[in-house]
């Protein structure tokens, strides 16, 4: 289905200039008539004026106002008729229908959440109006709900994305796809899916992110730009033939799923704990050579190796452990 938008319609304060002529010749002719025939007057008039207030009246059906980046899909008697695009005031035919099957759905993206809880015109039971069957083509924002889904290594995690789209083909999004807002919100999650899947949510080894073959070190938590880059790509492979474009998608929240959140943070603590004392204990062993080292060159004491291999001991002990060290002060001989 291609879009084909009428460029020719953009002429709707003459529409209105004729309707109203229409109107008020037809209210002369009737009045006009039904004076005459106390007179002998001409018995059609009335005719030609009913006929002039139906045509203006069915005629009105055929204008058409569009703010700024906005658009409307018309139909006429079951077929395409065409795409009205743009600000202005336009006339078109009087008989087309204006045709959005997504005009009632309501998602958590920009454009569809209102302060107040009133149900969707379907559930009404009425007809939607024309303003809810305008076709919006600004960017619009669209925030699903948090996914549960299993990285890379078996992991449950939590992550949310936001996903700024736009309408690029009116004609596409309504008539290829039911509902273009909820094929896209389906589409998003399925995406999200199958790329969360590839990465693991911390640096990991051995693991293949990219798909050439070579372990990287990709990760959800330390590559969300290019995580964020493949989920826009892979959104937008699906929405093509619904006539949208995604112009940006982010993570918005990343966890790990509370199932295994405690034991996580436990193994992040560890890893923690564990690069510290390897840094006291690189720290420690440097000041002990520096110490041994000091002492030989200013003479200060002569020490052979067992008492070497004490003071080293002692030093050690001092500087890695947890708490200050209590002195013992010797007042005899070291001997």
Same mark, same amino acid.
């Given at each position: 289905?291609?879009? +084909? /938008?009428?460029? +020719?319609? #953009?002429?709707?304060?003459?529409?209105?200039?004729?309707? /109203?002529?229409?109107?008020?010749?037809?209210?002369?002719?009737?009045?006009?008539?039904?004076?005459?025939?106390?007179?002998?007057?001409?018995?059609?008039?009335? /005719?030609?004026?009913?006929?002039?207030?139906?045509?203006?009246? %069915?005629?009105?059906?055929?204008?058409?106002? =569009? +703010?700024?980046?906005?658009?409307?899909?018309?139909?006429?008697?079951?077929?395409?008729?065409?795409?009205?695009?743009?600000?202005?005031?336009?006339?078109?035919?009087?008989?087309?229908?204006?045709?959005?099957?997504?005009?009632?759905?309501?998602?958590?993206?920009?454009?569809?959440?209102?302060?107040? *809880?009133?149900?969707?015109?379907?559930?009404?039971?009425?007809?939607?109006? =024309? !303003?809810?069957?305008?076709?919006?083509?600004?960017?619009?924002?669209?925030?699903?709900?948090?996914? #549960?889904?299993?990285?890379?290594?078996?992991?449950?995690? @939590?992550?949310?994305?936001?996903?700024?789209?736009?309408?690029?083909?009116?004609?596409?999004?309504?008539?290829?796809?039911?509902?273009?807002?909820? $094929?896209?919100?389906?589409?998003?999650?399925?995406?999200?899916?199958?790329?969360?899947? /590839?990465?693991? $949510?911390?640096?990991?080894?051995?693991?293949?992110?990219?798909?050439?073959?070579?372990?990287?070190?990709?990760?959800?938590?330390?590559?969300? @730009?290019?995580?964020?880059?493949? %989920?826009?790509?892979?959104?937008?492979?699906?929405? @093509?033939?619904?006539?949208?474009?995604?112009?940006?998608?982010?993570?918005?929240?990343?966890?790990?799923?509370? &199932?295994?959140?405690?034991?996580? =943070?436990?193994?992040?603590?560890?890893?923690?704990?564990?690069?510290?004392?390897?840094?006291?204990?690189?720290?420690?062993?440097?000041?002990? *050579?520096?110490?041994?080292?000091?002492?030989? *060159?200013?003479? !200060?004491?002569?020490?052979? &190796?067992?008492?070497?291999?004490?003071?080293?001991?002692? =030093?050690?002990?001092?500087?890695?452990?947890?708490?200050?060290?209590?002195?013992?002060?010797?007042?005899?001989?070291?001997?």
């Amino acid at each position: 289905m291609n879009e +084909k /938008i009428l460029t +020719k319609a #953009k002429h709707g304060w003459l529409a209105l200039l004729l309707i /109203i002529a229409c109107i008020i010749g037809g209210f002369a002719c009737i009045i006009g008539g039904i004076g005459g025939d106390e007179e002998g007057g001409i018995w059609f008039l009335p /005719i030609i004026g009913v006929l002039l207030l139906v045509v203006g009246g %069915i005629s009105t059906n055929g204008l058409k106002v =569009l +703010k700024p980046q906005e658009a409307l899909v018309l139909t006429l008697f079951g077929k395409y008729y065409g795409s009205l695009k743009g600000e202005g005031f336009y006339f078109v035919n009087p008989f087309s229908q204006a045709f959005n099957p997504a005009a009632g759905t309501k998602l958590s993206q920009s454009g569809d959440v209102s302060n107040t *809880e009133e149900p969707a015109p379907q559930e009404k039971g009425v007809n939607i109006p =024309l !303003t809810r069957k305008k076709i919006s083509l600004k960017r619009m924002t669209l925030s699903n709900s948090r996914q #549960k889904v299993n990285d890379c290594l078996g992991n449950p995690i @939590e992550i949310g994305i936001a996903v700024i789209w736009r309408v690029v083909d009116t004609a596409k999004a309504v008539f290829e796809v039911d509902n273009y807002k909820e $094929y896209l919100s389906l589409q998003c999650d399925s995406a999200l899916r199958n790329i969360v899947r /590839i990465y693991p $949510y911390d640096v990991a080894p051995n693991i293949d992110t990219t798909g050439d073959g070579v372990a990287d070190e990709g990760s959800l938590r330390g590559s969300s @730009e290019i995580v964020a880059e493949r %989920i826009r790509g892979e959104i937008q492979a699906r929405v @093509e033939d619904a006539g949208l474009e995604i112009l940006e998608a982010r993570i918005t929240y990343l966890a790990y799923a509370p &199932e295994i959140a405690a034991v996580m =943070l436990q193994r992040q603590q560890a890893a923690a704990v564990i690069d510290a004392r390897k840094m006291i204990v690189d720290g420690a062993v440097g000041m002990v *050579e520096m110490a041994l080292e000091r002492l030989k *060159e200013n003479g !200060t004491v002569d020490l052979d &190796e067992e008492r070497k291999a004490a003071m080293v001991s002692n =030093l050690l002990v001092v500087l890695c452990g947890n708490k200050d060290a209590q002195p013992i002060v010797n007042s005899g001989s070291l001997y």
